[in-house]
DNA sequence: TTCTAATTGAAAATGATTATCATTACTAGT
DNA sequence: ACTAGTAATGATAATCATTTTCAATTAGAA
């Protein structure tokens, strides 16, 4: 398939459907149970050997989980986690911006940990593959449209679809 | 949250995520009913007076609406169309282009219908004000983006989210 | 340790959307 | 205009992600 070690690769592509499990975090460095339980307590939420394991297991596993896929993981290690745990801490998490949800289309949303480098992302709606890509000209061009309208700007989604090579040549 | 505090209805503008009952289609000709019929056969679809009912209540009606808004709007004129003709010939136009889906946070879907010039939103965080506004060299960066990975593109979702003048002055 | 509110898991509920299927009705070809 | 063939329809059930409920458990402050 394809190699993905760090979103700082260009080439790094993440599979939808069928997801690959060779997809590695944003996050290089290692977080310690000290880590993630400071994480937990900036939300101003209380420590959970769940919340622990949930967030332990986003931060090692695949960029673009769905809260299904993380459940199930999560349960592989510890059956004692229901998904409507995961559920409701994803939805925490994305609330305190700890996490940011994809919303692609109609797929189910995915999760990642909000990654300190901004991107955006491209989608083959044949596939649903998912390519990652920066572009500081459309940054740029959004702020002069912004600046064009006095708004002061806090955020934004720029999410495009299209049909990736594979796609093309399949159809 | 913002849910619960962006339904100021400051003027005319759309403001989300209930949007204002006054607003207007974007397209300001009258359709004929050879307009819609004609509209249809476009889509390889047969013409049903249920399609030319939906397709015309669209056109005439607010510009962002749900599914559902729309189906009890038509079941008023005829109660003979049911929720999955309206629900289906959405999603038919939807693939189409005809008309645009818009998913706004996790609100039910809206639609409207595909206006002849491209735009995009930004939105104010605070009072929930939407700007449209057009830029052709964002359009052609996004182009670029997809041609440097392979990608075909068909559409794409762009909010930019901020603050507006007025609000940035009230504190 | 004790207390209390937060958290939990299982299950049920919800809400939007989609599929099923018997019936109806467009429309191309005669 | 007539028919055959197939697309479209509406009522209903099914699906799917997500949310809520609630009784039992647990974290963490006092």
């Known amino acids: ?10 080439n790094d592509e ?6 690959s499990n060779n997809e590695t975090s944003y996050f290089d460095e290692s977080w310690t149970e000290d880590d ?16 622990i394991l949930i967030l332990q297991t986003l931060h090692e ?18 059956s004692d986690v229901g998904f409507a745990t995961v559920y409701r801490f994803l939805k925490g998490m994305a609330e305190s911006r700890v996490v940011t949800e994809l919303r692609m289309g109609s797929m189910p949303t995915r999760y990642e940990l909000t990654p ?5 992302h491209m989608t083959c709606t044949a596939c649903g593959k998912i390519v990652e890509f920066q572009n500081k000209n459309i940054e ?28 093309q040549m399949k159809k």
Chains 1, 2 share one sequence.
């Open 1 to 10: 398939m394809f190699e993905h070690t760090s979103r700082h690769n260009n």
């Open 14 to 19: 993440t599979v939808l459907p069928i997801p």
């Open 36 to 51: 993630l339980k400071q994480i937990i307590r900036k939300m101003n939420l209380k420590v959970t050997p769940q919340r």
């Open 61 to 78: 596993g695949r960029v673009h989980i769905t809260a299904q896929e993380l459940y199930e993981k999560v349960q592989k290690i510890n």
């Open 116 to 120: 300190k480098k901004h991107h955006d």
């Open 140 to 167: 740029d061009h959004q702020e002069k449209v912004a600046k064009q309208y006095g708004f002061k700007l806090t955020h934004h989604v720029l999410e495009l679809y299209g049909i990736c090579t594979s796609c």
